[in-house]
């Protein structure tokens, strides 16, 4: 899983420069407590550069209007914008029909989207649902919430002590009662990549379908749905550079066309009478009410901002920065990194002997140094470590090798205090 700072050195130089890339980042120039910003907390929310910005600012300043209503200038001009940001999102993920993007406001909203529009209608008494133990408590909580209104069960992928799924475990749990598969492409708590494609594949062929929590992965690594050929998949703006507010769910057409409506409202109707009213086509369906315009034009900045870098190119660099950060906490004494699965993305978890982990977020921030700490909303997984909570670096793609020892010599400073 790691590599020494000699191996890093010797690859090739990344397809893109990092400085540049960090030069379009206004937040990143802030000083926190008179030293410079060392952002790593990017699995919680990413920054914002200055291109998604600007987007906001032409659109608010000169194209705003509601959508899909008006035939007056302004509304045709943000209907297309709105709809342009959808194809985009379609061709980010390579979705092959844009009726199959929806906008949401976020991965939650998403996972919730399903079980509301599709686990209610097609899971009932008895019937199970596959979860992993890594999940976000966003792909825990609905389906709990369902199984306990229907009386289904949910049945829980374990792990080993490395954080990696145990996939002959995933596929003993499957019966002919197992209706529905969930599970995180990436983990938020642990950086461990799921094989989602092979457990997709496993499902289909017992007839089950996926839904694939991608907040962690689509800012890392390119998606491509059709490869993976999971049936749902789901992120958030605001973790890969656009706005909060808004997210995407994927959903195949034939399964959506079947789904009960989320929510009620304007603009998801074709007709409304007080006997009956007739939905819209899909993915109108699903998006009730004044939709974020601005954030979803936004995200639709975002998608091309970062496809301009390259998705594979930014995977490389943040692997690198993993790499790097890995190797040298593993030579610290009294260091333990929570989460050694073989196949990481950006995430490097950690507890400090000695110190707790809330204690490690203070100090480090007074170095400048911005890392979460706590449960990272996956407690399951925390169970399974024993430990309350972690420390956590994530990296991003403007994120640096410097940063990465500032990481360092702040926890280095910390041990001394705590010695
Ligand atoms: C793996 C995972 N799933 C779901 C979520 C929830 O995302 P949001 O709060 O944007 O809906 C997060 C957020 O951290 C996450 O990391």
Redesign the pocket.
């Known amino acids: 899983m790691t590599a020494t700072r000699t191996a890093f050195k010797s690859r090739p130089a990344p397809a893109f420069d990092v400085e540049r890339i960090r030069a379009g980042f206004p937040i990143l120039r802030l000083k926190v407590g008179g030293k410079p910003l060392v952002y790593l907390d990017n699995?919680?929310s990413s920054q914002m550069p200055q291109p998604v910005i600007d987007r906001l600012v032409r659109y608010q300043t000169t194209q705003h209007a509601n959508i899909h209503r008006g035939v007056h200038y302004l509304s045709e001009v943000a209907t297309g914008e709105y709809e342009e940001a959808r194809r985009k999102l379609q061709r980010f993920i390579n979705a092959p029909d844009e009726r199959e993007v929806i906008f949401t406001s976020?991965?939650?909203?998403g996972i919730n989207l399903v079980m509301h529009g599709y686990g209610r209608k097609c899971i009932g008494a008895g019937d199970e649902i596959i979860l992993t133990t890594l999940e976000?408590h966003?792909?825990i909580v609905p389906w709990q919430m369902l199984a306990e209104e229907k009386g289904a069960k949910i049945r829980v992928v374990p792990i080993n002590d490395a954080g990696e799924l145990l996939i002959g475990e995933y596929e003993k749990l499957f019966n002919e009662r197992t209706k529905f598969v969930g599970v995180?492409h990436?983990?938020?708590a642990l950086g461990t990549i799921n094989p989602v494609k092979h457990m997709t594949a496993f499902a289909h062929a017992h007839g089950v379908p996926v839904l694939v929590?991608g907040?962690?992965a689509a800012p890392h690594m390119m998606i491509d749905v059709q490869d993976l050929d999971c049936d749902f998949y789901a992120f958030?703006g605001?973790?890969l550079c656009g706005p909060t507010g808004i997210?995407i769910l994927y959903g195949k057409a034939a399964l959506l066309e079947t789904m009960q409506p989320f929510k009620g409202g304007g603009d998801m109707i074709l007709s409304v009478t007080f006997e009956k009213t007739t939905y819209n086509t899909i993915p109108h369906k699903f998006e009730a009410g004044t939709p974020p315009i601005a954030a979803a034009i936004g995200l639709g900045a975002a998608v091309d901002y970062l496809s301009a870098i390259g998705m594979d190119a930014i995977a490389t660099h943040e692997l690198d920065l993993l790499n790097y950060a890995t190797a040298q906490m593993t030579r610290m004494p009294g260091m333990r990194i929570i989460g050694t699965a073989k196949n990481k993305a950006a995430v490097l978890s950690f507890t400090v002997d000695g110190v707790h982990p809330h204690d490690v977020g203070t100090l480090l921030n007074q170095e400048g140094v911005a890392v979460r700490t706590g449960h990272h909303?996956a407690q399951p997984v925390m169970q399974r470590f024993r430990v309350p909570a972690t420390s956590r670096a994530s990296f991003a793609f403007y994120n640096t090798l410097a940063e990465v020892d500032a990481l360092i010599a702040g926890i280095r400073t910390m041990q001394k205090v705590f010695a």
Request: contains cysteine.
């Open positions: 699995a919680a976020g991965t939650t909203d976000h966003s792909n995180m990436v983990s938020n929590d907040a962690q958030s605001h973790k997210g909303c």
